[in-house]
């Protein structure tokens, strides 16, 4: 089994900083099956990035995702307040899916 | 645009079986490029994969939870449902269904439910 661990757990930060999130592997994942969602309380995961680098239908280009082989990231270049929330980045691998335990991106 | 909209109790005893259906609308089930998933989330916890269903039958589940969990779909009304058996207070969640992409190698779940939540409690 695949994990994935990301960090920070939490990252306080202030509207207009710029967010960035890691996801490590346990062993190396096809960019093809990385993932990434955000998810706000009460409501279900939103898709953000596939693809490890594209960018959903309809998500603002703040968004951008990079990383190959163990090692992936999820970039906000400008936090907006609607930007906080907590994101999971997910895997494909070995005929199933993990998901990360999540980065929660909080107001400072 | 897709929209999906999951179904069922709220409230499990232990030992007995969790049952939910997943309405799929403005899309089919039938969709080839497309497989049928549900995804949970316990309670100020991460997500888990469950399984996910082919609309011709075809299942993959989580090895942790195969044992228990059968996904069946039904075309004619354009669902699918999930059976997870022997339920405890651990399998207490939030349940989600949710649309796998499956095109050019690329696997991600890009449309989900609004989320139910069962809870096990006698």
């Known amino acids: 089994e695949i994990v994935l661990t990301q960090s920070p757990g939490t990252l306080s930060l202030s509207p207009g900083e710029r967010a960035t999130l890691s996801c490590r592997a346990s062993q190396s994942v096809s960019s093809s099956y990385l993932a990434w969602y955000q998810q706000k309380p009460g409501q279900a995961p939103r898709l953000l990035i596939y693809?490890?680098?594209s960018r959903a239908t309809g998500i603002p280009d703040r968004f951008s995702g990079s990383g190959s082989g163990t090692d992936f990231t999820l970039t906000i270049s400008r936090l907006e307040p609607e930007d906080f929330a907590v994101y999971y980045c997910q895997q494909y691998g070995s005929s199933f899916f993990t998901f990360g335990p999540g980065t929660k991106v909080d107001i400072k | 645009q897709v929209q999906l909209q999951e179904s069922g109790p709220g409230l499990v005893k232990p030992s007995e079986t969790l049952s939910l259906t997943c309405t799929v609308s403005?899309?089919?089930?039938?969709?080839?490029?497309?497989?049928w998933s549900w995804i949970r989330q316990p309670p100020g916890k991460g997500l888990e994969w469950i399984g996910y269903?082919?609309?011709?039958?075809?299942?993959n589940y989580n090895p942790s939870l195969k044992s228990r969990v059968t996904i069946s779909v039904d075309t004619s009304k354009n669902q699918f449902s999930l059976k997870l058996s022997s339920v405890t207070a651990a399998d207490t969640a939030v349940y989600y269904c949710?649309?796998?992409?499956?095109?050019?190698?690329?696997?991600?779940?890009?449309?989900w439910g609004q989320g139910t939540l069962v809870t096990v409690s006698s």
């Open positions: 693809g490890a680098s």
């Open positions: 949710a649309r796998k992409v499956d095109w050019n190698y690329l696997y991600y779940f890009d449309y």
């Open positions: 403005g899309g089919s089930v039938s969709s080839g490029s497309y497989y």
């Open positions: 269903i082919y609309y011709s039958g075809s299942t």
